[in-house]
């Protein structure tokens, strides 16, 4: 596709539900980050992928919270026994780059995660 | 480690007037900088970037921004505002570190309000 797609756009769960969250990144991309967004803040870093290869996982908050990319195309953000801190705007990113280096990261839309 | 700050919560500006958004970083190393901006609802976009040359790094949609190694800043500016400017724009610091990996570190955020 054009740009990174993520899905769902919005997603609404109670507490203590497992929640799978996807990712289909710019075609050809080699690297593939995920974020988290709290309400008013700035992303921060959760995790990062090299093709199939996740790389740094320094960023997850808990063992509750999981990531792969078995293919190395999309990938899913899966967070088991969801607690209300888990509410936030999870953002995919894409880079051309194998390094990282210079390339810019591009974005999806990201998906809302409200925990009730 | 590496982190961004961002001063200013928000900015007002008339339109027409320029418009600057502050940065400064602190990383190990030589950093990679980059620029975001971010509309309601919607994922980062991508602005522009520094990486190695000239200090002041032109963008998109008549942004620039400059690089002040002593002082450590990396400020946005556009010389004559627009309403449609209004947005959250993030700054964001990467190391060229290997030990720093791939990830972005991005600041708080600063909303920009253009008034008409």
């Known amino acids: 596709g054009a740009g990174v797609s993520q899905s769902p756009r919005y997603k609404v769960a109670k507490r203590g539900q497992d929640v799978a969250l996807r990712c289909d990144p710019i075609?050809?991309?080699?690297?593939l980050f995920w974020y988290q967004q709290a309400l008013g803040q700035g992303p921060e870093f959760l995790t990062y992928f090299q093709n199939e290869a996740q790389l740094d996982k320094s960023g997850l908050p808990s063992d509750r919270f999981f990531a792969e990319r078995p293919e190395g195309s999309v990938s899913t953000l899966k967070i088991q026994r969801t607690q209300q801190e888990d509410s936030a705007v999870y953002l995919c990113a894409s880079s051309q780059s194998r390094t990282g280096g210079g390339q810019p990261q591009h974005f999806g839309d990201g998906t809302r995660l409200s925990i009730l | 480690a590496q982190s961004v700050a961002q001063p200013e919560d928000q900015v007002n500006v008339a339109e027409g007037n320029p418009l600057t958004v502050k940065c400064t970083y602190s990383?190990?190393?030589?950093?990679?900088l980059f620029w975001y901006v971010q509309y309601p609802n919607r994922g980062l976009q991508f602005l522009l970037k520094y990486i190695t040359g000239d200090n002041l790094v032109k963008g998109s949609y008549g942004f620039e921004a400059e690089f002040n190694k002593s002082q450590t800043s990396f400020h946005l500016k556009k010389p004559s505002a627009l309403v449609s400017d209004s947005a959250l724009y993030f700054c964001?610091?990467?190391?060229?570190?290997?030990?720093?990996?791939?990830?972005?570190?991005f600041g708080g955020g600063t909303r920009v309000l253009v008034k008409p």
């Open positions: 990383v190990s190393g030589n950093p990679y």
């Open positions: 964001a610091v990467r190391a060229l570190i290997k030990a720093a990996g791939n990830k972005l570190t």
């Open positions: 075609s050809g991309h080699v690297s």
